[in-house]
């Protein structure tokens, strides 16, 4: 091909850290489209980034072909990728990867979108005679309404286009008249819904409401006129769990067929089926987890991030981006409303709060009027425990028991016992792959590494010195179920954890069982303690969070009165006054005093100004250089040498070994850099990013940029 041809810019889907050029005799295509490129000795898809002079220096390849008419993305959702690679330091086609559904990046075409709900049509009287039981069946539905083609199965899709061949069928205009009449809302509720709604350009606001103060409910009205006007809403939750209860709240509002979700539990078909109809305007309020974040909509017009605190927001593998983070550039992107939504807001935006960057929402009353539940601090030391339980309270269990209420009792750890001692010579089992303890799944008879996933059988003698006094130390889910159940034996019990609920329709079954079931006893982990509403729940019994008070991680505590305050939220939520018990071995830490009252607001100013004084986030600006490698040596070796290589911009500590030090057979350390600010910190990284790179050391590990990081 002639030199006059012009040349492409492109990034490869992928780790690649650097650009292409390529020529195209074609018309270029516009910045986010996706093009066939020879690579290597084969192909691969890439993404247009804009015409760019050709080089001169070194031979330039051929387009191959080019895969779509008009971009994937609309330029504001293509700067947001910009961003997040300059951020978060990633190769910007990896970040292209992780945003688009898996089947455009293996060069699937976009699917083209036929209407979503049918009626049939005025002028015709489609006969039975001929048809099918299922044809039937469908025609009878139409008869009765709109049949939206998003909650059928393939052949009933098919069915519909013979129907639309026929001529019996036509597009439904789109409804959107409100179903279920919204509540009428108490002051404060309807404050916060007047100030979203009346902003239309980039406006980030703090619903900071506590525990069961109807947050959803200014999420719904504040939604709905746009959703009446045909506009779109995007609604990210942490987790999939979360997804059915919003997608019900939302589907009784605005109609089933408004509503999407989006989350990795789908699958890829189904994924690429829901990012086309939200990118076409079809969906009026989408629902998802991290992912969703990336998802073009036609017509945005607000962003909401529920339980903004939550730390699965954050990306643990591969692009480490956040997602609540990500969501608040969009909206200025956008130029749209942003809510994020908590009864227990990170530091991070009730520090951007202070600063005035976030408007000020606050809803300081529970929507049934009922007061907060106080938290009960109860010391156990030198206390007779079963199964770790205080007799007080398994006293109030059985009290909350025999009033015909529910008990809940929160115990973030899985297994019957955390870990198996041999009582002889005090050797504890440990994963081989990991620096951890096995847990005792004792049900399957079984060892399992909680971290890398690694199973073992139980010995019946110590695997060090052949004794057989082996037992299990501490107390998991599994064996406070046991004990529960032999002390409370009429009694139903529920026990909600990774290993008795696999998939967010099990939790969504689970959850329901929760509400039909009088008395019942709830048990279970974080999964339990996240923004679900349970009217009977009159007790809840924190049995032990401890290891919050002195962990290593300066998370850890924020974490702690997060969940605190959480799970205390699930009692009281009906007519009676709830009661929460917190077992602990440390009444008087201040951080337990603090959130004595029930009130998060006390715990955060502490943590806060703890922050301050520490020069800790959100007051200083802070990245992990992490690196592992299956022998411990050339970690260091490499952090060592990346140690010299940084400039003297950034505060950098380190090698430190990372918390869990070794996993599924990595050794993991990292360096701690800080920066005075923001842009001093990215500045230096960027700085660095390319001699890391290059350093020989760097060859013998794998390493990453972690930018505030949530896990150390
Ligand atoms: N204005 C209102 N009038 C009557 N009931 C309301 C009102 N607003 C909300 N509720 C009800 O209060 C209950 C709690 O609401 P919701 O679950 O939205 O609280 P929340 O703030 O999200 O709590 P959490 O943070 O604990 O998840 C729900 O049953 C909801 O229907
Ligand atoms: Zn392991």
Not at 52 to 80: F, G, H, N, W
Not at 401 to 425: D, H, I, V
Not at 503 to 519: D, F, G, I, N, Y
């Amino acid at each position: 091909m002639n030199r006059e041809t012009p040349c492409i810019e492109v990034v490869i889907l992928g780790p690649l850290t650097q650009s292409f050029s390529y020529r195209s005799a074609l018309p270029l295509p516009a910045p986010g489209c996706r093009l066939r490129v020879p690579f290597g000795r084969g192909e691969r898809i890439a993404i247009a980034i804009g015409p760019c002079p050709c080089p001169q220096d070194i031979l330039v390849k051929d387009v191959t072909s080019v895969l779509d008419c008009e971009p994937l993305l609309p330029r504001s959702l293509q700067a947001l990728l910009a961003f997040g690679s300059h951020y978060y330091h990633h190769p910007l086609g990896a970040v292209w990867e992780t945003a688009l559904p898996a089947r455009l990046c293996q060069g699937h075409p976009v699917p083209a979108l036929t209407p979503t709900v049918w009626r049939l049509r005025s002028d015709t009287s489609p006969s039975e005679k001929g048809l099918g039981a299922r044809q039937i069946d469908l025609l009878q539905r139409l008869r009765e309404g709109r049949v939206a083609s998003a909650g059928l199965d393939s052949s009933d899709r098919q069915r519909l286009r013979q129907f639309l061949a026929d001529g019996w069928i036509e597009e439904a205009p789109p409804t959107f008249q409100t179903r279920e009449s919204p509540l009428h809302l108490h002051s404060e509720q309807a404050g916060a819904v007047a100030a979203i709604r009346a902003a239309s350009a980039f406006q980030p606001f703090l619903l900071d409401g506590v525990t069961g103060s109807g947050k959803t409910e200014v999420y719904l009205q504040a939604m709905e006129p746009l959703v009446l006007a045909g506009k779109q809403v995007l609604f990210l939750v942490p987790e999939i769990g979360l997804i059915t209860q919003t997608e019900a709240r939302c589907a009784a509002r605005f109609g089933a067929d408004r509503v999407a979700v989006y989350h990795s539990g789908q699958s890829d078909g189904e994924r690429l089926r829901v990012w086309a109809q939200a990118r076409q305007g079809s969906v009026s309020v989408l629902i998802g987890t991290r992912s969703a974040v990336f998802v073009p909509l036609l017509q945005p017009a607000l962003l909401i991030v529920d339980e903004e605190h939550d730390p699965s927001y954050k990306q643990h593998s591969g692009w480490l981006y956040s997602a609540r983070d990500l969501a608040l550039r969009r909206a200025q992107l956008e130029e749209l409303p942003i809510v994020l939504g908590s009864a227990t807001p990170s530091l991070e935006s009730l520090h951007n709060r202070q600063r005035g960057r976030y408007r000020d929402l606050r809803l300081r009353e529970r929507a049934s009027a009922k007061q907060l539940p106080q938290i009960e601090i109860l010391p156990l030391r030198k206390k007779r425990l079963l199964a770790g339980l205080d007799p007080i309270l398994l006293g109030a269990c059985a009290e909350t028991l025999a009033s015909g209420q529910q008990a809940l009792f929160f115990l973030n750890r899985r297994g019957f016992a955390p870990a198996l001692l041999c009582r002889a010579c005090g050797h504890v089992p440990h994963c081989r792959r990991c620096s951890a303890p096995l847990t005792w799944h004792r049900r399957q008879a079984r060892l399992r590494c909680h971290h890398c996933g690694l199973e073992a059988p139980v010995p019946s003698q110590c695997p060090d010195c052949g004794a057989s006094e082996i037992t299990g130390i501490g107390m998991g889910t599994e064996g406070l179920e046991d004990f529960l159940r032999e002390r409370f034996p009429d009694v139903p019990l529920l026990r909600i954890d990774r290993d008795e609920v696999h998939s967010a329709k099990q939790l969504a079954e689970r959850l329901q069982e929760v509400l039909h079931t009088r008395p019942a006893i709830l048990l279970g982990t974080q999964l339990l303690s996240k923004g679900h509403h349970f009217p009977d729940v009159s007790l809840v019994g924190i049995v032990d969070v401890d290891q919050g008070l002195y962990s290593a991680d300066f998370r850890a505590p924020e974490r702690l009165a997060q969940t605190v305050i959480q799970v205390a939220g699930r009692a009281g939520r009906g007519d009676t006054r709830g009661r929460v018990i917190l077992q602990t071995h440390l009444p008087e830490h201040p951080l337990l005093l603090a959130l004595q009252g029930g009130a998060y607001a006390p715990a955060a100013s502490q943590l806060l100004r703890e922050r301050q004084q520490a020069g800790l986030p959100p007051f200083r600006a802070l990245a992990l250089l992490q690196a592992e490698a299956q022998r411990a040596e050339p970690v260091y070796a490499f952090l060592r040498a990346a140690h010299a290589c940084i400039g003297p911009e950034l505060e950098c500590s380190g090698p430190i070994p990372a918390l869990l030090e070794r996993r599924a057979g990595y050794h993991r350390a990292y360096l701690w850099l800080e920066g005075k600010s923001r842009s001093a910190l990215h500045r230096a990284l960027a700085r660095a990013v390319d001699p890391l790179g290059k350093l020989p050391q760097s060859r013998r590990v794998r390493w990453s940029l972690d930018v505030d990081p949530q896990n150390f």
